[in-house]
Nanobody, 122 residues
Framework: QVQLVESGGGLVQAGGSLRLSCAASGRTFSNYAMGWFRQAPGKEREFVAAISNFGGATTYADSVKGRFTISRDNAKNTLYLQINSLKPEDTAVYYC???????????????WGQGTQVTVSS
């Protein structure tokens, strides 16, 4: 089992920035590709970004390219999502997820965190 705990969400004005963190425990973090997803009110959960197990490869949803940056620190067992130029439409619960794999992927994750709320005011 992998336990994932997100943090760093909050209320921020449009144009602002946040850095989300996801602390992992339970298994060898570097064995897992990691991803961020989000779910806005009334909408389905959607893929945001993913990173390979050693951080050498990343992939992003088109809607966040250029504003979001995914990264990881395997020594700290932590995943990050830097969010810049926030927009009201970025308001959602953000989840991190782990998949026992090397390459980043947009689906088929094995473990999920509980989520952290990001609210962007206009």
């Amino acid at each position: 089992q992998v336990q994932l705990v997100e943090s760093g969400g909050g209320l921020v004005q449009a144009g602002g920035s946040l850095r989300l963190s996801c602390a992992a425990s339970g298994r060898t973090f570097s064995n897992y590709a990691m991803g961020w997803f989000r779910q806005a009110p009334g909408k389905e959960r959607e893929f945001v970004a993913a990173i390979s197990n050693f951080g050498g490869a990343t992939t992003y949803a088109d809607s966040v390219k250029g504003r979001f940056t995914i990264s990881r620190d395997n020594a700290k067992n932590t995943l990050y999502l830097q969010i810049n130029s926030l927009k009201p439409e970025d308001t959602a619960v953000y989840y991190c997820a782990a998949r026992f794999a090397g390459l980043p992927t947009i689906r088929n994750y094995d473990y999920w965190g509980q989520g952290t709320q990001v609210t962007v005011s206009s």
